[in-house]
């Protein structure tokens, strides 16, 4: 069938349905508290399953990346089937069982299953978009990994529709079986450009060790890591952050509730305006200076205002917050989304896949200390939000002198 062997139906259509699938991880605060009710155990408890499968998902995807070079069928198939299994595990777990079993089972399907599924699915379709796509990665990676994004914005309302009228276990049950459907299509129609061929594995001398002891992987690690942690660390706060803000301004309340949308939007739109733009640009790092220089002034002058503490005095404030909230996000979503052409423009294509994988792992870590980090800075301090601002700033310098000193150009490897 002729009119299905194009970059589109065989890359950016399969990429798309997978991760729009897989995305929905980050609709976890729809319905955590849901969970916790159901099965009898606090919201704090039953969090951890969301950090889990970030864990998961990092860690997997470091470990997966040879597989994925193999054979994308495999790993597309174990990612539809784990993932699928995981949501579905997770209805189960709630409907039939109560307390700290119940709480185990969540985070073995939910954290450990699904996080498996999460990672493997994110880096299988990455490489094939590049390989078809081979002029335009950024624009490539920047489709696919947009749907990532995008997926909470789409799934959340159908999330709510269901637990209101059916339940919340049921809401896995469907939706398990919709997503078995759209990864086990996009698992059927990604397939590899028909002149690449996968260098021999008797000539891979791919270490791990080997990328870390390597100036250049390190600094992107690490540039990639404080970019997701410092995100984290704002992003998940920012509901209260805005209540701090905008406390006492009932006018504004309306406004305020579609804040979250409209913070959502910008992270998908650094997913794809950020990726597509390294296109055009000589070095694609130059992405990752732009992301981190316009972070740390945003957050420089919302701690130097206060305009957190300050919010409820004049709007002014306020709309120094919401730039933050919105800088962050636009920066946080264009690391994802620009991370693999970057790659590729240091280390060739050849491993790409080993080597993209290798790189999440700073995203599994970042899932245990982003959040976390302001939840103790929190606890320490009676709730001063300026505190936060302090070390994401801080964070924001050290990866911006990262960018500059461990990243610099160089000749670049056929992308």
Known sequence: M??????????????????????????????KEAIAQKIGMSTFSVGWAFSLAIFFLGMSAAFAGKMVEKDIHKSSLISCICFTTGMIGTGLSIQFLKGVFALI???????CIMGIGLGVGYITPVKTLMLWFSKQKGLATGISIMGFGLAKAIATPIMEAIQKSLGISPMFYILGGVYFVMMLLGHFLLKKPEDWVEPDDAKDNFKVISMFKNRTFTGIWLMFFINIHCGLALITYEKQILGVTF??????AAMISIVPSVTAAFNALGRIGYSTLSDKMKDRNTVYKTI???CIVITAIALFSKAISNGPKSIVFGIIVIALLLIVNLGYGGGFSTLPALLSSRFGMDKISKIHGLSLSAW?????TGNNMSEIILKSNGRNYDQILIATLAFYIAAMVICLVMVKPQKAKPE
């Open 364 to 368: 599994a870590v970042a899932g245990l």
């Open 105 to 111: 089972c969540v985070f073995i399907c939910y954290g």
């Open 247 to 252: 406390k006492g301004m009932a006018v504004l």
């Open 2 to 31: 002729g009119f299905l062997n194009n970059k589109w139906m065989r890359a950016a259509v399969p990429a798309l349905l997978i991760h729009c699938s897989i995305g929905t991880v980050y609709c976890w605060s729809t319905f």
């Open 292 to 294: 981190f220089s316009s």
